[in-house]
């Protein structure tokens, strides 16, 4: 892959980075002010700081005299995962704080619901972190997604799985829309190329505390492969308790891409050693932009290996900035609905390179292959667990815009 750095818009992420986001433009419209909605999953620790990074990142350029003038404010909320919560946000958002820009959210469960209100009210949405494939699936012209969508995570684990381990995979995962997007996914993927069949399934809650019932009928199969579902606490929860009922280290361990976030690794402890995961970053990345991401982050927020939602939650705000800088804004009550499709249409024209793995690119029809922006997957396994953990890159891999879509 080819990075560049420089005065294009492929290099906006990382002049960003640097502070070098100038604004243009009259003093006179100093008093104009562009606002931006965020709503993420702020439970944990590590959820508060994506939701300061993007908030910060995009404030940053006040610092400097604005975007082409205008001061940004962002307000951001956390909606706790809860697709109620989310709604509840973006209507604040729209209705109350007349948002130009809305970024949302964490989980797939909430940006699905949101998207259908954002298309309602014609709001363009950028969606940071969800990766169920259904998101951008809806027909909306206004919803653009930063994260790798799940049906390419599905082409990444599915190739290596049936290529290097096995075929016989138990599937235990919770209601989180990513987790049922994974398993859905790589079910349809080992059916498809392999003729395979789940040798177990089961579905939970995800706020469940006890798998031990279903894992014992799981190690009852002799699966190769264990393939895990939901949110970072939920996977650590049946990662430990898989070894607890005796399913040896010998079955793979594999799980939906938040698995990556720095919570599953703490929580999980020697049980995330061996789990394989999908992500857009890894913070090993030895390009200069990723070095200066992951020292910055470890500085400000006390994290020394930031996992991909992290890169994602400043990826989203770099696009947002690149856009609402290109974007013809009149920054007017009268114009609110107009700003708005200046907005959406600037982010249709976005090529952009920053800290995940591939370009991030869009186009204008409202369909997957031009609102699936990454396409680029990183397969990661855990060499150590804890507070200190470890990770490996297995395999890096980008997908033709068409793979995964039904035929």
Known sequence: MKTIFGNSVLGAGYLALLGLFLAAGPAAAQDKTIRVGITLR?????????????????????????INGAKVEVILLDDECKPDKG???VNRFIHQ?????????????????????????QVPQLVPMSTNSSITQKGSEWVF?????????????????????????AYLYTTDGAGIAFVQQLKDYMKEFYKAVP??????QETDLDFRSHLLKIKATNPQILALGGQSD??????????EVG????????????????????????????????????????????????????EKYKFACPDHDFSQAWDAAQIALVALGKAKLKLTDAALAEDRRAIRDALATTKYEGLAGGTIEFCAAPTPQCRDGNRTVILVQYTKGGENFATKVLGRTSFDKDFGLPK
């Open 87 to 89: 709604i509840a946000n």
């Open 234 to 243: 939920a996977l650590a929860r049946e990662a430990q308790q898989s070894f």
């Open 199 to 204: 040798v177990y399934e089961t579905q939970m």
């Open 145 to 169: 997604r930063v994260a790798v969508s799940e049906r390419y995570y599905a082409g990444a684990y599915g190739k290596y799985l049936g290529e290097n381990v096995g075929k016989n995979i």
């Open 247 to 298: 399913i040896p280290k010998s079955v793979l361990r594999v799980a939906a891409s938040s698995a990556g976030n720095v919570t599953y690794p703490k929580l999980a402890g020697d049980a995330a050693i061996g789990t394989t995961y999908t992500a857009a970053f890894n913070c090993g990345d030895d390009r200069p932009i990723a070095k200066q991401f992951v020292a910055m982050v470890k």
């Open 42 to 66: 702020m439970l944990v620790e590590s959820g508060i700081a994506y939701g300061d990074i993007a908030k910060s990142a995009i404030e940053a350029v006040n610092a400097k005299g604005g």
């Open 97 to 121: 704080n007349k948002v130009h820009l809305i970024i949302g959210s964490t989980c797939s469960s909430v940006s699905m619901p949101i998207a259908d209100v954002t298309a309602k009210e």
